[in-house]
């Protein structure tokens, strides 16, 4: 079963305007959020996170929504740059003290110049 | 700068063969991380490791194995390669309670034919 859902496996943007990424999860036991960035041939980095306490985190033109309710977080990026293009992961830290992730499939940005 | 290095960029091994994946990094974490990652299911933990010598079985630990006898070094062992393990191979390690930082390297793409 899957816990951290990414339901858009592919978005297309121009250059210059938003970019809103979703994620959904099933687990309310999840506290932290986290989005990667990945380009092809090179690992996942890290691009910004969440607490459940909080529901908005902004890092310059990066900003994650929480939307605790309906367990459900965004990824905005405004605004849209063609070296955004690549594949972002949503992903969750178990609860419990876990030191593990959990991600969601992908969904892979295109930002058209 | 924090580094994590994975030995090969691109493998090809026949089925039935035992395939050794390391993964180093130099930032003195305790744990370590194995994932793979396939086209539309994201990235998946096989194995991690939070200690020399301790390991823990992930989602996905069939037909794989793991090493860790130094703290910078963390193994994944395909005890016989076959054709469904073709992927992209991801190590990851952070420091105790800091599962949100987990630093990945460049990935492995293993071709078993």
Request: hydrophobic share 30%.
């Given at each position: 079963d899957q816990q951290v859902k990414q339901n858009s496996p592919s978005l297309s943007v121009q250059e210059g305007r938003i970019s809103i990424l979703n994620c959904d999860y099933?687990?309310?036991?999840?506290?932290y959020f986290l989005w990667y960035k990945k380009y092809p041939a090179e690992g996942p980095t890290f691009l910004i996170s969440i607490s459940s306490i909080k529901d908005k985190n902004e890092d310059g033109r990066f900003t994650v929504f929480l939307n605790k309710s309906a367990k459900h977080l965004s990824l905005h990026i405004?605004?849209?740059?063609?070296?955004?293009?690549a594949v972002y992961f949503c992903a969750a830290i178990y609860p419990g003290g876990s030191e593990k992730l959990v991600f969601g499939k992908g969904t892979k940005l295109t930002v058209n110049p | 700068d924090v580094k994590v290095t994975q030995s090969s960029r691109y493998l090809v091994k026949r089925t039935g063969e035992k395939v050794f994946l390391e993964c180093v990094q130099d930032?003195?974490?305790e744990n370590m991380f194995w994932y793979r990652q396939d086209p539309g299911l994201g990235l998946r933990l096989i194995y991690f490791s939070y200690d020399v010598k301790m390991k823990e079985k992930g989602d996905i630990p069939e037909g794989y194995s793991v090493s860790r006898e130094k703290k910078e070094r963390f193994s994944l062992i395909l005890e016989s390669a076959s054709t469904n393990q073709t992927s992209m191979y991801l190590c990851a390690s952070t420091r105790p309670?800091?599962?949100?930082e987990q630093y990945f390297g460049p990935g492995t793409r293993l071709t078993v034919t």
């Open positions: 099933t687990n309310s036991m999840f506290d405004v605004p849209s740059q063609p070296g955004d293009s | 930032m003195d974490h309670g800091a599962a949100h």
